[in-house]
């Protein structure tokens, strides 16, 4: 998968059953920013997490399939159907 530890990216993995802001992710796992924020990309890179943007026309938070990688506090992320298969098979 990746060169970081798997417990660390199981961790943000089950924190991101719902669309979470990236300093939620930070608290829960306990980690420092810049390394939530690497995971975060590599999972995203990996198709494992989703960056989700708010619809502004219905309040609701949709996949954004774009994401602006140095301002990671714009987005929710949320663990995708291929990211939940990951956890299950841990």
Do not use: W
């Amino acid at each position: 998968m990746s060169t970081l530890p798997p417990v660390l990216e199981l961790k943000v993995l089950s924190s991101l059953l719902f669309a979470e802001e990236f300093g939620n992710v930070v608290e829960e796992v306990k980690e420092s920013e810049f390394l939530v924020a690497d995971v975060l990309k590599q999972l995203i890179q990996q198709k494992l997490v989703t960056p989700m943007k708010l619809n502004e026309k219905t309040g609701d938070y949709e996949p954004s399939f774009m994401y602006d990688s140095d301002n990671m506090r714009a987005y929710r992320y949320r663990v995708t159907a291929e990211g939940l298969k990951f956890i299950g098979s841990r």
